[in-house]
């Protein structure tokens, strides 16, 4: 059974910075492309930040472009997201998908204050 578990979340003022991490198990992590989305209140899900297996190739949404970076440790089944120059309109719920498979975890609240 695939399991995915977000944390690092909180809130931060506007400019400041979080590293969320996704701990990963019941799968063969290095074997699987893992993505970030996030889903703020009243608007759907919406794709952050993706990495490749392998090269490890990324991704991101042109609203967090140059400011968030998604990195990966696939000796501790774990993905990670740095958040940097944090907006309030970043706040939202923040989840992690084994992209191909559609498992998804329960995700991590990041709240950013003006």
């Known amino acids: 059974q695939v399991r995915l578990v977000e944390s690092g979340g909180g809130l931060v003022q506007a400019g400041g910075s979080l590293r969320l991490s996704c701990a990963a198990s019941?799968?063969?992590?290095?074997?699987?492309?893992m993505g970030w989305y996030r889903q703020a209140p009243g608007k759907e899900r919406e794709f952050v930040a993706r990495?490749?297996?392998?090269?490890?190739?990324?991704y991101y949404a042109d609203s967090v472009k140059g400011r968030f970076t998604c990195s990966r440790d696939n000796t501790k089944n774990t993905v990670y997201l740095q958040m940097n120059s944090l907006k309030p309109e970043d706040t939202a719920i923040y989840y992690c998908r084994v992209e191909g498979r559609g498992d998804w975890g329960r995700g991590t609240q990041v709240t950013v204050s003006s």
């Open positions: 990495i490749t297996r392998g090269s490890g190739n990324t």
């Open positions: 019941g799968l063969t992590f290095s074997g699987y492309n």
